[in-house]
């Protein structure tokens, strides 16, 4: 089963968590990305980069509060994230020689800037999160309803345990991937709404893309000819590996249905905003 059939199985209209904003600035550009989508690399692209993280948050939403830490963007609030930047927001502002957020925006910011926004597939960012989570449970054994599964996690949490090897999900065989992924795709809705693999970014970038009055550019980081400069991003393909053989199981084919119709209105949503930020390249 490919991607473009997952989408095309999928309906209109969501309502969907909002992400990490993460500004990353080395020499004369500014890397726009979010948490899952290369943002530890950008953060890390030259040893002099600068970055500072922001959580966004709907400002119409009727029990908003702003913080201390909460600064206006318009219709949201960007919340200050100290712990996991390396300079302080007045920092970021005299940086960019501006005076608050909004700016930003505007023309008041230099047009030295090359400003580059990062995006991804949110189908295959969904997929890449979805394996990652699974292996984060797979040691709720406890917390687990189904005999077979519980046998398969235990036989390989054995194996691990006796060889002193890394506990898994990509060292399971295609067999036990399969029904371990079959049976958590029916039981993480909860959890995976929650992950940051499902938050809007493209549906915020899109917006932020639409405010802006400097000149951009656009990267998509699965698209190899995007990624060309970047030659020392380092993709985990054994993620994509476990999926991809999930999706080409037709036996799997109920799960896989049931799993991204629970999710339809988000990744419709996403997918769509993706689509339009790409068209901005």
């Known amino acids: 089963m490919d ?18 904003i993460c ?27 600068k970055f500072i993280e922001f959580r966004i948050k709907n400002r119409n939403l009727y029990n908003h509060i702003d913080t201390e830490n909460d600064i206006q963007f318009y219709d949201y609030s960007f919340e200050y994230f100290k712990d996991n930047s ?8 005299d940086i960019l020689n501006i ?17 580059i926004f990062v995006t991804r597939n949110p189908i ?7 394996v990652e989570l699974v292996d984060s449970m797979l040691s709720e054994i406890s917390m687990i309803d189904n005999t077979e599964v519980v046998d398969i996690i235990s036989k390989y949490m054995y194996i691990s345990n006796n060889n002193n090897t890394q506990f898994t999900i990509k060292k399971f065989n295609k067999i036990d991937s399969d029904t371990v992924l079959n049976y958590f795709s029916q039981n993480i809705y909860n959890r995976i709404l929650e992950d940051e693999h499902t938050s809007s970014w493209n549906l915020f970038l899109y917006y932020f893309a639409n405010k802006f009055n400097s000149k951009f550019s656009v990267i ?4 190899k000819s995007d990624m060309l400069q970047y030659n020392s991003l380092s993709m985990d393909t054994t ?18 249905i049931n799993f991204f119709q629970k999710l339809n209105q988000i990744m419709v949503v996403e997918y769509t905003n993706y689509i339009r930020i790409k068209s901005l390249k």
Do not use: C, M
Request: glycine letters at 4%.
């Open 3 to 20: 991607i473009e059939y997952i989408l095309s199985g999928l309906k209109k209209n969501a309502s969907i968590g909002l992400p990490i």
């Open 23 to 49: 500004f990353s600035i080395t020499k004369d550009k500014i890397y726009v990305t979010t948490k899952k989508i290369a943002s530890r690399y950008f953060e890390h692209i030259d040893s002099e980069t």
């Open 86 to 93: 390396n300079i302080k927001l007045d920092e970021f502002l």
């Open 99 to 115: 005076d608050n957020i909004e700016d930003i925006t505007t023309n008041k910011i230099s047009k030295n800037w090359n400003w």
């Open 124 to 130: 295959i960012r969904l997929l890449s999160g979805f």
């Open 220 to 223: 998509d980081i699965d698209d």
């Open 239 to 256: 993620n994509t590996n476990v999926y991809k053989n999930w999706l080409d199981n037709h036996l799997n084919q109920t799960h896989i």
